[in-house]
T-cell receptor, first 114, second 114 residues
Framework: GNSVTQMEGPVTLSEEAFLTINCTYT??????LFWYVQYPGEGLQLLLK?????DKGSNKGFEATYRKETTSFHLEKGSVQVSDSAVYFC?????????????FGTGTRLTVIP | DTAVSQTPKYLVTQMGNDKSIKCEQN?????MYWYKQDSKKFLKIMFS???????INETVPNRFSPKSPDKAHLNLHINSLELGDSAVYFC?????????????FGEGSRLTVL
């Protein structure tokens, strides 16, 4: 079956530190992979995505590479800011009877302190 | 204007009551979803409707009944509320079709059952 395992939080970093949030997956077939972000009091927003092996998704300084050999999609950012404080969700997608379905990890809370 | 809006944002009620959460999207999408986020931030799909037709119905108690009066609305009605129903419920929408289509989420409705 499909599953997503991501790094337990919470993660606390100082501003300008390097961020890595690990994500691994199991899936039948070839899913697409995503990182969603949930800022305080808001709904989830798509941060970046990769649809096939070796693709790199990037947005707002965040990057993640679809690694089929290690079934991973780790999120990285070289220098975090206080405004990056949020909960980050790794997800994979599979289609079911003509609709999308996203399978989410448990989320990792990031707090960036000045 | 909010793309995906849910009401109410907060709902506190007693066990055994019946309650509804409403969702509306103004993005012109054909497909809408309900997700449940538990206390550990785990997100799980409950239902998906495509153009008012139910297409995904995960293992959810039949006390939960989605209703889609038109493709811009997907309401969630819950009968005989239980303590375990306490969670944040997210509505989302997307275009339908093969392959992945980005999901747009509402801000969530926090349900607390006492």
């Amino acid at each position: 079956g499909n599953s997503v395992t991501q790094m337990e939080g919470p993660v606390t970093l100082s501003e300008e530190a390097f961020l890595t949030i690990n994500c691994t997956y199991t899936a039948t077939g070839y899913p697409s992979l995503f990182w969603y972000v949930q800022y305080p009091g808001e709904g989830l927003q798509l941060l970046l995505k990769a649809t096939k092996a070796d693709d790199k998704g990037s947005n707002k300084g965040f990057e993640a590479t679809y690694r089929k050999e290690t079934t991973s999609f780790h999120l990285e950012k070289g220098s975090v800011q206080v405004s990056d404080s949020a909960v980050y969700f790794c997800a994979l997608s599979y289609t079911q009877t003509g609709a999308n379905n996203l399978f989410f990890g448990t989320g990792t809370r990031l707090t960036v302190i000045p | 204007d909010t793309a995906v809006s849910q009401t109410p944002k907060y709902l506190v009620t007693q066990m055994g009551n019946d309650k509804s959460i409403k969702c509306e999207q103004n993005l012109g999408h054909d497909t809408m979803y309900w997700y449940k986020q538990d206390s550990k931030k785990f997100l799980k799909i409950m239902f998906s409707y495509n153009n008012k037709e139910l297409i995904i119905n995960e293992t959810v108690p039949n006390r939960f009944s989605p209703k889609s009066p038109d493709k811009a609305h997907l309401n969630l009605h819950i009968n005989s509320l239980e303590l375990g129903d306490s969670a944040v419920y997210f509505c989302a929408s997307s275009h339908p079709g093969q392959g992945y289509r980005e999901l747009f989420f509402g801000e969530g409705s926090r349900l607390t059952v006492l």
